[in-house]
């Protein structure tokens, strides 16, 4: 029995040219009120950024089959996904104008399997210690009941960006 799924997604420029001339709060307020496109791999795993504020980021998610990995639970890529997109916005927050981002490592500690039967899940990031090269942060992805679903650690790089 095929399954088939479509999906469209706006052009990532629209955002990625915002990047060095708004701080990283304005630009994800300006994604989670829709005046700039999300990234496109929200729309090729259907989750989306809920809450942001300085130092935060929360993403949601309802898992389905088309999630899952041979084994019938949610792909552990798909969790590091979540994690990694709400821990490096949580550091996105807190950069100035003409300052980036990239993750150096991310840490993930799966700790209970994840089904469409599991329900919305959030994933929840939070910067730990900001400096001017380097940020940590952690994530937390929870389900609704507030069950700790898997937690990581992410080391981000943070650069001068260049506007054009």
Not at 72 to 87: C, E, F, I, Q
Not at 136 to 164: I, K, Y
């Amino acid at each position: 029995m095929e399954r088939i799924r479509t999906y469209g997604w706006e052009d990532p420029a629209l955002t990625a040219d915002q990047m060095g001339r708004s701080s990283g709060l304005s630009v994800l307020r300006d994604i989670l009120a829709q005046r700039l496109p999300a990234a496109p791999i929200s729309a090729a795993l259907s989750f989306s950024l809920d809450e942001v504020d300085e130092g935060r980021a929360v993403f949601s998610f309802v898992p389905g089959e088309e999630h899952y990995n041979p084994i019938g639970s949610v792909h552990g890529g798909v969790y590091a996904t979540l994690l990694d997109s709400a821990a490096g916005c949580a550091v996105h927050s807190t950069l100035p104008p003409g300052m980036g981002y990239t993750s150096i490592d991310l840490t993930v500690k799966f700790l209970r399997r994840i089904t469409a039967e599991t329900g919305k899940v959030r994933a929840i990031g939070t910067v730990v210690n900001g400096g001017r090269r380097t940020a940590l942060a952690q994530a937390q992805l929870v389900d609704e009941a507030g069950r700790l679903l898997a937690h990581a650690t992410s080391s981000c790089m943070l650069f001068p960006v260049s506007v054009p």
